[in-house]
């Protein structure tokens, strides 16, 4: 599904009324948060509007992806999180699982493919989440999986250790296999440097195969695209 919205911050209000529908109706409780602006975006939507309606409580909240730097650093996904989010809605702090980007990189793979297994139900032998959240860079890549390193996609491991092609910046990433196993995945991509990747894999292009976040295809077939009207301009909807 495909939902095109005039600014940044539709997309990130469509995407609360999403989640608070699909965890009243659908039990939702697991969720694979993303970084970026878009989500910091939702984080203070979810602050200020949904902070006594949603099940905060109730919540397990996992990340994506990760930048391998402490949590205090300005890139740490987990610490945008903190900030925008989790010091201002009453999410139960045992139900935080942060990949710990201090750590060094394979051990923390290894560390939180664990923490997956364990906290997860497993479904066809994978971890499923009840919800993953993602982005798309302008070069195709989502989570931290990036075009250069497409073998990573299908790595039989749980989490992978990725390589930015151009800080050589080392993440923690999912796999294909845990994005593609959850319930629900949800794209959020906005900005008009997403047109093309966008176009490309909207079309289903001969070279969209060259982008990671071309490959996202749940097993239980339940994607939805939330994209604002610039990365939607030469896309089909």
């Known amino acids: 599904m495909f939902e095109v919205y005039d600014t940044k911050a539709e997309v990130a209000r469509a995407l609360s009324g999403h989640l608070d529908r699909w ?89 939180y493919s664990m923490v997956l297994h364990d906290m997860l139900p497993q479904v066809h032998g994978i971890p499923q989440f009840d919800l993953v959240i993602l982005g798309m860079g302008d070069d195709g890549h989502t989570a931290s999986i990036f075009p250069h390193e497409m073998d990573l996609w299908g790595s039989d491991s749980f989490c992978e250790v990725a390589t930015h092609p151009e800080s050589g910046q080392k993440r923690i990433s999912l796999t294909g296999q845990i994005i593609n196993n959850a319930k629900q995945v949800v794209f959020l991509v906005t900005g008009a440097n997403k047109a093309a990747p966008l176009a490309e894999i909207r079309n289903r292009s001969l070279g969209s195969t060259q982008f990671p976040a071309a490959h996202v295809a749940p097993t239980g077939g339940r994607l939805l695209w939330l994209v604002d009207r610039e990365a939607a301009s030469l896309a089909p909807h």
């Open 23 to 111: 965890s009243a109706e659908e039990g939702f409780r697991s969720i694979a948060l993303s970084g970026g602006s878009t989500p910091q975006v939702w984080f203070d939507l979810l602050a200020d509007e949904y902070q006594y309606r949603l099940p905060w409580p109730e919540f397990l909240l996992f990340w994506g992806d990760e930048r391998c730097v402490p949590p205090e650093d300005s890139q740490s996904n987990y610490g945008m999180t903190r900030k925008h989010l989790l010091e201002k809605v009453p999410v139960e702090p045992s139900h935080i699982y942060r990949i710990r980007g201090e750590n060094p990189p394979a051990e923390e793979a290894r560390r």
